[in-house]
């Protein structure tokens, strides 16, 4: 090594050490000023070094040097830092053995600002695990309290609707009767209550354990949006609505998107029952699924009034809904959105220029190999 490069070296507090044929280690060029202050006396320069006593973090570090000066050309090997103390003065080292022609070398560094920035950021992450760890923790709390309520209110609720049901089946007083269909009615409704808080909560768990997009599930989305209509059937009927589907749906080859069947029949449902619920008699309800590439689009179109501008904005945030008594609880949309982004998808509103409300969610679509792409839609 060439006398100006160690002069270099050791100008930046570094430590030339070569290997002997012997096993010793000698000093190359000028040490830097940090090693003098270790207590050796010179000559420096040539003269073997006690390195057990110089720096005995090494002795740990000499097997991975070893490997590294085995064979000329091979990658140099790095050690991690030490610390080494000169009376009160803590010293931040790293070694690094490389192999330069024949010499078998050993770089010593000092640098204490990487090893003070390498702590902070260490420190940071156990700081950021501890706050994970607490998140976590209350996280578990919270969904073992939702369910253990959701629990203790389904049971209760059951048995009601149980009495409701055999109630309406008695010859009563049309009074009466009227009265126990509406406890009957509201009780359904309550069980659907019941299920949204369940179904959100188990979507905001599924999202934060799975990236977007995640291919475990797949679904005929066709097949999927067919079976809820045919269920909301009599629902439309009793309102004197006119649910309308293409009759192809759920009949031609499936369409399989990225998605999970039941989640996929709650989301659908929800937009159709939301339609349903606000459209006027003599009105219409459509279904559809368009063929869009590497995507399968379902609207869901009605003849009601829309969406009201100032609720539009937030509608798929949580507990977002509108003042109209036959508002739902905010939570429906939002767990559909939830659902549907981990998907991969989106789902989104819009204004009918002739009036009313179009609600609609994308779904990427899977090949035959389970990728994303290829096959086609049933239009509507």
């Not at 090494?58 to 080494?84: H, I, N």
């Not at 010593?108 to 260490?122: P, Y």
């Not at 998107?257 to 659908?268: D, K, P, Q, S």
Request: hydrophobic share 45%; glycine share 10%; net charge neutral.
């Amino acid at each position: 090594m060439m006398d100006v490069d160690t002069w270099l070296l050791a100008a930046l507090d570094k430590l030339v050490l070569e290997r002997s044929h012997d096993g010793t280690f000698v000093i190359r060029g000028e040490p830097p000023p940090w090693f003098r202050r270790l207590g050796f006396a010179p000559p420096w320069r040539d003269a073997p070094l006690p390195i057990d006593r110089a720096l005995p973090f090494l002795e740990v570090f000499l097997p991975e040097a070893e490997r590294a000066w085995s064979a000329e050309g091979a990658p140099g090997v790095q050690s991690d830092f030490w610390t080494q103390m000169i009376g009160d003065e803590a010293l931040h080292l790293e070694a690094t053995a490389l192999r330069v022609g024949s010499s078998r070398l050993l770089v010593i560094t000092r640098n204490d600002a990487l090893f003070q920035e390498r702590s902070r950021v260490l420190q940071r992450a156990r700081e950021l695990r501890l706050v994970h760890e607490a998140l976590s923790r209350e996280v578990e709390r919270k969904d073992v309290l939702v369910h253990c309520i959701v629990h203790d209110l389904s049971g209760p609720l059951n048995s009601l609707l149980g009495a409701l049901s055999l109630l309406g089946e008695q010859p009563l007083p049309e009074k009466s009767g009227a009265l126990a269909a509406v406890a009957l009615k509201a009780a359904l409704r309550q069980r659907e209550l019941i299920r949204e808080i369940l179904d959100v909560f188990t979507a905001e768990g599924m999202a934060s354990d799975a990236p977007s997009g995640d291919l475990a599930a797949v679904v005929d989305v066709c097949g999927t949006v067919a079976r809820v209509v045919e269920a909301l059937l009599p629902m439309a009927r009793s309102r004197g609505v006119c649910l309308e589907a293409p009759p192809e749906i759920g009949c031609a080859r499936p369409c399989t998107v990225v998605g999970e069947e039941r989640r996929l029949a709650r989301v659908v449902s929800n937009l159709v029952e939301n339609a349903l619920r606000f459209t006027p008699p003599r009105r219409s309800v459509r279904v559809a699924v368009h063929d869009e590439p590497r995507w399968a689009r379902v609207t869901v179109e009605d003849d009601g009034p829309g969406v009201s501008p100032a609720i539009a904005p937030r509608l798929f945030q949580k507990f977002a809904h509108g003042q109209d008594p036959g508002a739902g609880s905010g939570l429906g949309l939002y767990g559909a959105r939830i659902a549907v982004e981990r998907w991969g998808g989106a789902i989104g509103y819009e204004a009918r220029p002739e009036g009313g409300a179009r609600f609609w969610l994308r779904l990427r679509r899977v090949g035959a190999a389970g990728e994303a792409g290829g096959g086609g839609a049933q239009g509507g």
